[in-house]
């Protein structure tokens, strides 16, 4: 069986998230925003808010993610 490598259930992680945020009438503008000290995944508008999220996948193992959790600030 091939295990995931972490970036790749990051990339899932991502993907799950900007469906979410899409779902949420959200317009996604960037991803894997990053400067020389931060990193912010998904970058989003809903209206005239701007919201930072960072999407983090809980799993039971590597090959298979449970779920999705996407912070905002």
Known sequence: MRLLKTKDVGAVGEKIASKHLKKEKYKILEKNY??????IDI???????????????????????????????
């Open 34 to 39: 990053s400067t020389k000290t931060a990193e």
């Open 43 to 73: 970058i989003a508008k809903d209206k005239e808010e701007l919201v930072g999220a960072w999407a983090r996948v809980f799993r039971k193992d590597w090959e298979h993610p449970t779920y999705c959790s996407v912070a905002f600030d």
